[in-house]
């Protein structure tokens, strides 16, 4: 995951365009669909070294692979996570590049673009950008609001979303302004740092909303940052067949009973909802898990940011949701257990959002929860005396929202 260095990747890819020349082919260079390879330079993430040879391939956000030529007179740098000037770079040896670091090879790329003969490398090591994707992730969790756009106020810039809490849907008004960051997922896009630079003009009721910024005392009103949308297709469905090799799940689909093949790429997230005989100890909190979350799993920080309230505002760590809305079902869905698609059975029940893509059978996931009875009765509406049970789906729409993830 990169949706850290985004921005420093635009600012690097800038200082590369910067020092280049005018001539053709470095024009032609630069015009390539791949933005991190351009005519003075390419950066990408350090996938293998072979030191005999005097080789490190990088594969650029992309996906493409390249060769970085180092000889004895290249030299080295090591830069922070998020800058995107060299003044505050370091000094370091061939010998501080590891697997897994992300680089800016710095010299003339080749015509093919797949291979550059490096002058410099500035590296940006590996442990120093899982510390500040934490970080950004932590406070995209305590400052950030998540649901779906209800209403939309063009003269104002004002956007309504709601969002859902055990004790129903709640509703928050948020207003844009021209310093407000906003980014949108492209069609078939699957990441947090796919988002591109977008606009009030491209929202669309019933579009979600990710934000960061401020809440209100009151948690009526929330004042954005940053703003990401996307247009995202939620569905339930049985799973009739899994193929963990290939990463492709097909079910048939509880609202309108059609097969759909379910993609899952690297990059998908996918998560277990809990039986119905342990949601009580999951909402009432455990050791170690934070007022209406799990506790940690293996390998996770430890501990939970403040809790939210729902939309509301925050609360304090064992203080009660402003708002009153009670325990936002978003919020728990992201503290769910991880899983593979090799934990997914033939019969379970699951949820998948995805990002509306050219074929309406074909979904690539951006977040699955299995395990998903439960949460479907919960969403699912009340029927009246001497009505019919509504469709298992039909809680959908009601406020849920897991398309856009964390940084």
Do not use: C
């Not at 859902?164 to 949108?184: F, H, L, N, Y």
């Not at 703003?227 to 049985?238: E, H, I, M, Y």
């Not at 799973?239 to 097969?259: C, F, H, N, R, S």
């Amino acid at each position: 995951m990169r949706a850290l260095l985004f921005a420093a990747a635009i600012g690097l890819a800038g200082l590369i365009s910067s020092s280049s020349d005018s001539t053709a082919r470095a024009v032609t260079l630069q015009q390539t669909p791949d933005p991190g390879i351009q005519a003075k330079g390419a950066i990408g993430e350090v996938k293998s070294i072979d030191a005999a040879s005097k080789l490190v391939t990088i594969k650029t956000d992309a996906g493409s692979a390249v060769m970085v030529l180092y000889t004895d007179r290249t030299t080295y740098k090591k830069l922070a996570p998020g800058e995107t000037s060299l003044t505050k770079a370091t000094d370091i040896t061939f010998a501080d590049v590891s697997e897994g670091d992300r680089i800016w090879a710095r010299g003339t790329v080749a015509e093919d673009r797949q291979s550059v003969s490096a002058i410099q490398i500035v590296v940006m090591s590996k442990g120093d950008i899982a510390k500040k994707q934490e970080a950004e992730r932590l406070e995209w969790r305590r400052r950030g609001i998540l649901g779906v756009i209800q209403t939309l106020k063009a003269e104002s810039k004002e956007i309504t979303i709601t969002s859902r809490t055990m004790a129903g849907t709640q509703s928050v008004i948020i207003p844009v302004s021209d310093k407000t960051e906003m980014r949108r997922y492209a069609p078939d896009s699957i990441k947090f740092s796919d988002a591109k630079a977008s606009s009030f003009g491209e929202l669309k009721v019933g579009d979600q909303l990710r934000a960061l910024g401020d809440r209100a005392p009151d948690g009526t009103h929330f004042t954005p940052q940053k703003v990401v949308t996307g247009s995202f297709r939620t569905v339930a469905g049985t799973v009739t067949a899994v193929d963990p090799a290939t990463g492709e799940i097909k079910i048939k689909d509880l609202e309108k009973k059609q097969a759909l093949t379910i993609i899952i790429k690297h990059d998908a997230v996918l998560r277990k909802f809990p039986p119905a005989s342990e949601l009580g100890a999951m909402m009432g909190g455990r050791p170690g898990g934070g007022p209406g979350g799990p506790a940690p799993q293996s390998g996770q920080p430890q501990g939970n940011p403040p809790r939210q309230g729902g939309p509301g505002g925050p609360a304090g760590p064992n203080g009660p949701r402003a708002g009153g809305g009670g325990p936002n079902i978003n919020d728990m869905l992201e503290r769910l257990p991880i899983i593979s698609v090799a934990d997914v059975k033939v019969g379970d029940t699951i949820i998948v959002s995805s990002t509306q893509g050219v074929d309406p059978t074909r979904l690539t996931a951006i977040a699955l929860v299995s395990g998903a009875d439960t949460l479907l009765t919960m969403l699912a509406p009340r029927p009246a005396p001497g009505q019919s049970a509504p469709n298992p789906a039909a809680g959908l729409g009601s406020g849920i929202s897991f398309g856009i993830g964390l940084p």
